[in-house]
C-alpha cells in the first residue's frame, strides 16, 4: 500500500500561498490540505530504473486506459485499439516473465500465489491494469499537476479490489432505483401530459447522491448545498431529500407551492426546491441539505450554490462553532450538471475558474454529469468540440472518473472515490455518469424523429433497475420475485394516498425561518429607517478606515488619500464619495452586520478611489483597516478582487445574499455597462427570485455611469433594463397603495444620499436587491460632497432631492420651468444656470429613487411650484434609453399636463464614439434647457 502522511499544518496550494503571504486573511481558513506521499526507497528506484519500460506500460494505462473502458450502456461508441496499451510496443512480453512491483504499480491485498507486493507475473500485470483501467470505471488524472494528487490517484484505484457492498447497501441502492423508475412510472400513468423530466434511464444518479451524502455525513459534514437542473429533481426531492409527495401533487393539479397571502407568482414544478435535515445521514446530528431552485436558464445554479456554500461556511466561522478549520470542512457543495450544458454554457468555466480562488472556493465542488449523450435533440458530436463533456474540467487540472450508469455499485464506488479526493485535497472533481435517457427531452417529446438508431437501441434496452434487480436475485439478496414486486406495489401504494389527499394539502411559509425570522415577507414596516449615526462615532470609524497599521503606503496614496481624508473628517465638511462610503461600511461594522465587496479591482477601485486595501510598497503585505476599528471583536469587511467574469461572480454573490441577513453583499462592475455579461443572473435571480420562491436578496450593485466622452461602452449601465425588469405599479395617481418592490433602483448625487442607501440595506426588517446608478466624475468632484451633519441622529435617504435655491414659498413663485433630472447631470445643469442668469425661472427636481417610484415626495414638489408654463424630463443618455421611457408615463399622470423631453435623440449604441459630435451633443443637453 501507498504511505501517506497529512501534515496537519497544511500548506495550501501555489495560487493560494502568494495569498496568505500578501494579503490579510479575513476568515482565517486554511484552504488546501497536501498530502505527502513519502518518497521512494532505493530500492523503489532502482526498480523504476531497471523497469522503465514497464513503468512505460503502466504511465499508458494510467493515462489512456479510460479509452477503452466499457463507459456507454447503450455500446454505441466504436471503441478502437490503441497502440498505447499494447505490451509489445514496449518491448514485453504477453505472458512468462516477473517484474518487480514496488515503485512501479500498487496491487492490494490477494490470495493470488503469483503476486506479492515485491512481484508478479507479467500476465498478472497486465490483467490487473486492464481490469483497473479498462472496466467500466474510467480515471483521468495524469494530467493533474501535483505528483502527490496522481500518486495518490494511482495507489487509491490500483490498490483496491472492488467493494464488496453489504445486503443491506445492496438493498439501498435497489429501494432508490426501484423508487424512481416506480414513481416515474406512477407519475407517467396519473399526469400523461406532464412534463416532468423525468430520471428513466439515468436511475443510478440517486446513488450518486446517497453515496455522497453518506460519504460527507460520515466526515462530519453538517451541510450540503445541491444545485441541478430539471432532469431527475422531482425524483430526488420525494425519494431522498423528503419533498412530501402530497405537495408535489397539489403543485400539479394547478395550485401554489407557496402558502397563501404571501405576495408571490410561484415557479414550475422542475424548479422546485427544499432545505430539509436528513436523519439517514450524520454522525452527531442530521446532515443539512440545502437544494437550490434553478431557473431554466442551464447552469445558472452553479456560481449561486458556490456562493451559498462559502457563505454557509462563513457564516459558522463566525457564529463561533468552526473556529479552527479547513475550508469545506462542514459544507460542501455539490453541483449536477447535464452533459450538453457542460460544455457549451459558459458560465461552466467561469465558475470552475472560481473554484480554487482565495474568497470564492468553497473547498472543493463535487461535480456530477448525468450524461445523457444527448442534448434537446442535439447529438454528442454536434454538442462539443472535445472527446469528454467533462473536458472542460481540465482547465482547472480537475480530475475526472467516468462511469456506466448502468452498474450502481461501480457508480457507488466511483462516487466514494471523488469524496474522497474532495475531502483530502478540498479541490473540485467531476464525476462523468454516462447513461441514457429512455424518453424524450421531455415525456411529450418522440426522440425517434431524430435519433431513430439511439432509441431503437434504448427501447430494447432493460431498465437499470431491472438489471439490478436481476443480479441481487442471482445474489440471493432477495428471496423471491414477489419480495421486489411487493416493495413497488407497496410504494406505487403510498403515492396513490398522497395523491388522493393532496386536494387538501396546504402549503406552509418555509422562507423566514432561523436565520431569517426577523425579516418580513412585505415593505409595510421600515420602509425609510432613519440611517443616521452620531457624528462623532462616523469620525473615529472614518480615522480608522486609513488608519495603515505599519503598512508602508505608497507616497501618493499617503498623501491625496489618507491625509486628504484625515483633513475632511477633522473639519466635517466636503467628505467624498470614497469616505461615506467608507463610513458606510465603517459604521455597520460596529453595529455587527459583516460587509462584502467583490468585483475586479475592488480593493483599490476602478478609478483609484476607494483604497480599502493598503498595500505595504516594500512586502506587499495588505492590510484592510476597517477591520481593526476597534480591539475588540468585530464584524469583518471581506474585500474579493475576483477573477475577469460577471456572469458567475454575480451569480456567486448573489448565493452570498441568500445565506444571511446580517451581510452587505455588494458586487461592484468596473464599468456600469459589464452587468451585461450576467444579465442571466440579473433576470432570473435578481429581479424575480422573491416572487418566484419567497428567498429574500441584499445583493447590491454599484454600476459607474455618466456620459463623459468614454463612447459607447463605458457610458451608461442602461439603467432602462433594470427599470424594465421593475414591478412597481404603473398607475401612480389616486390613493397610495402599500408597495413592495422586487427591487431598489437609486442615482444617488451626494456622498451623503449614497451613505444612506447603503446602511437602509441592513437596518431595515426586509431585503430587497439595489441597484445604485453610480458615478464616475463626481467620485471626486469638489461640488459632489457632504458634510458629516448630514450623515448624522435624524437624517435618512431622500428619494427625491429639492432644488436648494428655492426655499420659501415667493422663490417658488417665479419658476417658470420645472425640469426633473437623475444623475450627475445635474451639477452641470446647476452651473449653466448660473451662468445664463436663469436662477429665479428654472428648477431642478432630482430623482434619487427611480424604483419604487417615489410618487409622494414628487406630489410633494410639485405642489410648491404654482405658476410653471412647462415640465421638462432631462437626461445625458438618449430618447429611448436611461430613465424616460420610465418615469415619463408615471410624471405625466402625477401633473395631468404635457411632459417634455430634453436630452439625445434615439439612438441604437449608448453613445457616440465621435468626440466632435459627443461635444455638440453634450452642450445642446446642457444649454438647451435654458432656450424659453
Known amino acids: 500500500m501507498m504511505r501517506v502522511r497529512i501534515i496537519k499544518t497544511a ?123 479498462t472496466g467500466r470505471i474510467g480515471f483521468e488524472f495524469q494530467h493533474l499537476p501535483s505528483s502527490a494528487e496522481r500518486r495518490w490517484f494511482a495507489g487509491l484505484v490500483e490498490s483496491y479490489e472492488k467493494p464488496k457492498y ?87 393539479k394547478g395550485n401554489s407551492e407557496l402558502a397563501e397571502g404571501l405576495p408571490a407568482s410561484g415557479d414550475v414544478i422542475s424548479h422546485l426546491a427544499i432545505s430539509t435535515d436528513l436523519e439517514r445521514y450524520g454522525k452527531d446530528q ?13 447552469e445558472a445554479a452553479n456560481p449561486v450554490a458556490l456562493g451559498k456554500a462559502r457563505a454557509r ?27 450538453a450544458a457542460f460544455t457549451g454554457q459558459g458560465v461552466v468555466t467561469e465558475t470552475l475558474g472560481l473554484s480554487n480562488l482565495p474568497h470564492f472556493t468553497a473547498g472543493g465542488s463535487i461535480h456530477v454529469i448525468v450524461n445523457n449523450q444527448i442534448g434537446y435533440t442535439t447529438p454528442s458530436m454536434n454538442a462539443r468540440s472535445t472527446v469528454y463533456t467533462s473536458d472542460v474540467g481540465k482547465m482547472i487540472n480537475c480530475p475526472v472518473l467516468h462511469v456506466n450508469a448502468d452498474y450502481p455499485e461501480e457508480v457507488a464506488f466511483a462516487t466514494s472515490i471523488a469524496y474522497q479526493y474532495r475531502q483530502k485535497f478540498r479541490k473540485d472533481i467531476i464525476l462523468d455518469m454516462i447513461s441514457y435517457r429512455r424518453l424524450g427531452h421531455n415525456e411529450l417529446d418522440e426522440p425517434a424523429f431524430t435519433q431513430p438508431l439511439m432509441y ?33 406495489k407497496g410504494y406505487y401504494t403510498a403515492l396513490e394516498e398522497k395523491l388522493a389527499i393532496s386536494d387538501n394539502y396546504k402549503p406552509e411559509v418555509e422562507a423566514f425561518k432561523g436565520k431569517w425570522e426577523n425579516m418580513i415577507p412585505t415593505t409595510k414596516a421600515d420602509v425609510r429607517p432613519n440611517t443616521g449615526v452620531d457624528v462623532e462615532a462616523l469620525r473615529q470609524v472614518g480615522l480608522a478606515s486609513v488608519a495603515s497599521h505599519g503598512v508602508s503606503v505608497h507616497p501618493r496614496i499617503a498623501k491625496y488619500h489618507i491625509e486628504n481624508r484625515v483633513k475632511k473628517l477633522e473639519s466635517g465638511k466636503n467628505l467624498d464619495w470614497a469616505t461615506a462610503e467608507a463610513l458606510a461600511f465603517g459604521s455597520l461594522l460596529t453595529e455587527g452586520y459583516h460587509v462584502r465587496i467583490s468585483g475586479q479591482d475592488v480593493g483599490r477601485g476602478t478609478f483609484s478611489q476607494r483604497h480599502a486595501m493598503l498595500v505595504d510598497s516594500e512586502t506587499e503585505r495588505t492590510i484592510i483597516p476597517l477591520n481593526h476599528i476597534s480591539d475588540k471583536p468585530q464584524a469583518k469587511l471581506e474585500i474579493a478582487n475576483s477573477h475577469l467574469s460577471e456572469f458567475a461572480v454575480l451569480g456567486f454573490e448573489y448565493g452570498v445574499s441568500w445565506e444571511t441577513p446580517n451581510r452587505l453583499c455588494i458586487w461592484e462592475a468596473q464599468f456600469g455597462d459589464f452587468f451585461n455579461g450576467a444579465q442571466i443572473v440579473i433576470d432570473v435571480y435578481l429581479s424575480s427570485g422573491e416572487a418566484k420562491w419567497m428567498r429574500q436578496s441584499g445583493l447590491v450593485m454599484l454600476l459607474p455611469h455618466g456620459y463623459d466622452g468614454a463612447g459607447p461602452e463605458h457610458s451608461s449601465c442602461r439603467v432602462e433594463r433594470f427599470l424594465q425588469l421593475c414591478d412597481h405599479r404603473f398607475d401612480v395617481a389616486g390613493e397610495p397603495k402599500d408597495d413592495n418592490p422586487n427591487m431598489h433602483v437609486v442615482n444617488p ?122 415640465y421638462f424630463w432631462v437626461q445625458e443618455e438618449p430618447q429611448n434609453q436611461g430613465a424616460y421611457t420610465f418615469c415619463a408615463p408615471r410624471l405625466q399622470e402625477l401633473l395631468g399636463k404635457k411632459l417634455n423631453y430634453h436630452g439625445r435623440e434615439p439612438l441604437a449604441a449608448p453613445a457616440t464614439g465621435i468626440s466632435k459630435v459627443y461635444k455638440k451633443e453634450q452642450a445642446h443637453v446642457i444649454s438647451g434647457v435654458f432656450n424659453f
Not at 500578501?22 to 482565517?28: A, F, I, Q, R, S
Not at 429501494?175 to 406512477?186: A, G, I, N, T
Not at 451662468?835 to 429665479?840: C, F, H, I, L, T
Open 456 to 488: 431503437k437501441k434504448i427501447r430494447g434496452q432493460k431498465s437499470v433497475p431491472l438489471k439490478y434487480e436481476e443480479q441481487l436475485l442471482e445474489e440471493s439478496v432477495f428471496s423471491s420475485k414477489q419480495e421486489i414486486e411487493d416493495f413497488r
Open 286 to 298: 442530521p446532515l443539512h441539505v440545502s437544494m437550490l431552485h434553478n431557473p431554466s436558464h442551464l
Open 749 to 870: 448625487t451626494t456622498p451623503a444620499q449614497y451613505f444612506h442607501v447603503l446602511r437602509r440595506q441592513m437596518v431595515r426588517n426586509y431585503r430587497k436587491p439595489l441597484i445604485v446608478v453610480g458615478p464616475k466624475a463626481l467620485l471626486r468632484s469638489p461640488v459632489c460632497t457632504s458634510d458629516l451633519t448630514d450623515m448624522g441622529p435624524g437624517t435618512t435617504w431622500q428619494p427625491v432631492l429639492s432644488d436648494p435655491i428655492f426655499t420659501t414659498p415667493e422663490s417658488h413663485d417665479g419658476v417658470k420651468r420645472v425640469c426633473f433630472v437623475s444623475g450627475k447631470l445635474y451639477y452641470d445643469l446647476i452651473k449653466e444656470r448660473s451662468n445664463k442668469g436663469k436662477d429665479a425661472e428654472v428648477a431642478f427636481i432630482r430623482l434619487e429613487e427611480l424604483n419604487p417610484f417615489p410618487t409622494a415626495d414628487l406630489v410633494q414638489e410639485i405642489a410648491k411650484f404654482k405658476n410653471v408654463q412647462d
Open 166 to 252: 453489504s445486503v443491506e447497501d445492496k438493498k439501498t441502492f435497489f429501494s432508490l432505483l426501484s423508487k424512481s423508475e416506480v414513481f416515474d412510472h406512477f407519475m407517467a400513468k396519473k399526469f400523461p401530459q406532464l412534463k416532468r423530466y423525468g430520471l428513466e434511464g439515468s436511475e443510478s444518479m440517486m446513488i450518486v447522491l446517497h453515496t455522497l451524502f453518506k460519504e460527507a455525513g460520515d466526515a462530519g459534514v453538517r451541510d450540503a448545498i445541491v444545485c441541478m437542473p430539471h432532469r431527475g429533481r422531482l425524483n430526488l426531492l420525494t425519494d431522498i431529500l423528503k419533498f412530501k409527495p402530497e405537495a408535489l401533487f397539489h403543485k400539479i
Open 11 to 133: 500548506k495550501p496550494l501555489q495560487a493560494i500561498r502568494k495569498y496568505h503571504y500578501n494579503h490579510e486573511d479575513v476568515y482565517g481558513f486554511r484552504y488546501t490540505r497536501e498530502a505527502k506521499i513519502d518518497d521512494y526507497s532505493a530500492q523503489e528506484i532502482n526498480n523504476r530504473i531497471e523497469n522503465s519500460n514497464l513503468l512505460r506500460l503502466v504511465h499508458a494505462f494510467r493515462a489512456n486506459g479510460h479509452r477503452l473502458a466499457d463507459l456507454d450502456p447503450l455500446n454505441l461508441t466504436k471503441l478502437d485499439p490503441l497502440p498505447e496499451l499494447d505490451p509489445a510496443r514496449y518491448g514485453i512480453p504477453e505472458s512468462g516473465k516477473s517484474f518487480p512491483l514496488a515503485g512501479i504499480l500498487h496491487i492490494g491485498k490477494t490470495s493470488d500465489p503469483t503476486i506479492s507486493r515485491e512481484n508478479a507475473k507479467v500476465e498478472t500485470i497486465l490483467k490487473h491494469l486492464r481490469s483497473t483501467y
Open 313 to 339: 461556511q462563513m457564516y459558522l466561522y463566525e457564529e463561533g462553532t468552526e473556529k479552527d478549520c479547513y475550508i469545506g470542512d462542514k459544507v460542501v457543495c455539490i453541483q449536477m450538471h447535464g452533459d
